[in-house]
């Protein structure tokens, strides 16, 4: 009997509008929330007080971490980039509803737009492919929709693809209507300011600039990529990653830059969306992370408000990088957070 090679599609093999095969639907258990918060050590108040969490969502039922929530999400979408060369980016993403312990997760994912990068002599041929994923729960609400874009290589690599879609078309602009939504979530934010001291919404300062001194040392990269049923091979493999050794996922990136920013503003009471989210370099094992946090805006709710932050993230490379690699910038993230 011949021999069946087992792997996810190669750039030429995507057809645009098409969906991918369906990952296993999760059920995020007190499991997931103990390996998250090993990883990151998040101190985001409601998922880890239960019951403050409680008191203010009125659900006896605890909170997930909405940073875990979008890890599982986007590792579910992850067959179609098993050959993933790196992520660039994210757009679109808004929290349609709380996701708590024990909802079940399930993601679709469609190809949305396709464009083959030039070819070019001693780089390898690869291609851009849109996602668009859906996810909800087990009552088929939808919990996120948004946008990722992997770079994947191509098979052959003299193909000419003519896939040339425009990907700007993607906005990295969240709609005021979504993000009001998004935010009316029936919570006693009132409470939640009377019980827990410190900065609110109303002492946040609009263009006040942060530097994060307690930076973050990147580990068990490839954990997280399996707990979240990350297919990508250049996360656990060094030998499937066009750097020599292993990628880490963006989540992982990603959630040490949440914990960092909640360093800062210990009382954001929940994440609501991504404006954009650029990986503009790539992070390794061993790495040393820290952020630069600004407030870009603020609006006011019936109760607390909406924050608009973006946060940098740069990287110090191990010894073994060049010393022109010592402080290089990662991840350019937009946010937007509820405060009370």
């Known amino acids: 009997m011949p021999k ?55 659900s006896k039922r605890a909170l997930a971490n909405p940073s875990m929530v979008v890890n599982t999400a986007i590792g579910q979408t992850t067959y179609a980039s098993q050959h993933v060369i790196g992520n660039l980016f994210y757009r679109g993403l808004v929290f349609k509803r709380p996701v708590y312990l024990g909802d079940t997760l399930t993601t679709s994912t469609k190809v949305e737009l ?5 070819i070019k002599r001693g780089r390898i041929s690869s291609g851009l492919v849109v996602l668009k994923v859906r996810v909800t729960n087990q009552n088929e609400e939808d919990i996120l929709n948004f946008w990722r874009c992997p770079m994947i290589p191509c098979r052959n690599q003299k193909v000419v693809t003519g896939h040339a879609d425009d990907l700007s078309q993607i906005s990295a602009t969240l709609s005021e209507t979504e993000l009001k939504t998004a935010a009316e979530l029936n919570w006693n934010l009132a409470e939640y300011r009377r019980l827990i001291k410190g900065v609110h919404f109303n002492q946040v300062e609009e263009a006040a600039i942060y530097l994060v001194k307690s930076r973050d040392t990147v580990t068990n990269a490839p954990e997280l990529a ?42 954001i009471v929940t994440l609501l969306g991504w404006q954009h989210c650029d990986h503009k370099a790539a992070v390794f094992e061993d790495d040393i992370l820290h952020s630069e946090v ?23 490379r191990s010894k073994k990088a060049p010393a022109s690699q010592s402080n290089v910038q990662v991840l350019d993230w937009n946010v937007i957070v509820l405060m009370a």
């Open 226 to 267: 399996r707990l979240t049923l990350n297919l990508a091979a250049t996360h656990t493999d060094a030998k499937a990653s066009v750097y020599g050794q292993r990628l880490v996922y963006g989540g992982h990136t990603i959630s040490v830059a949440f914990a960092q920013l909640i360093r800062v503003f210990p009382n």
């Open 294 to 316: 600004t407030v870009i805006n603020k609006q006011a709710l019936n109760e607390g408000g909406m924050v608009s932050i973006n946060v940098k993230v740069f990287a110090e």
């Open 114 to 118: 396709l464009k083959q990068n030039s």
């Open 4 to 58: 069946i090679i087992v792997e996810g599609p190669f750039f030429e093999d995507f057809i645009k509008g098409e969906y991918i095969e369906q990952a296993p639907s999760v059920t995020l258990t007190e499991g997931h929330a103990v390996a998250h918060q090993m990883l990151f050590g998040d101190r985001l108040r409601l998922p880890l007080d239960h019951v403050l969490g409680e008191k203010i969502t009125g």
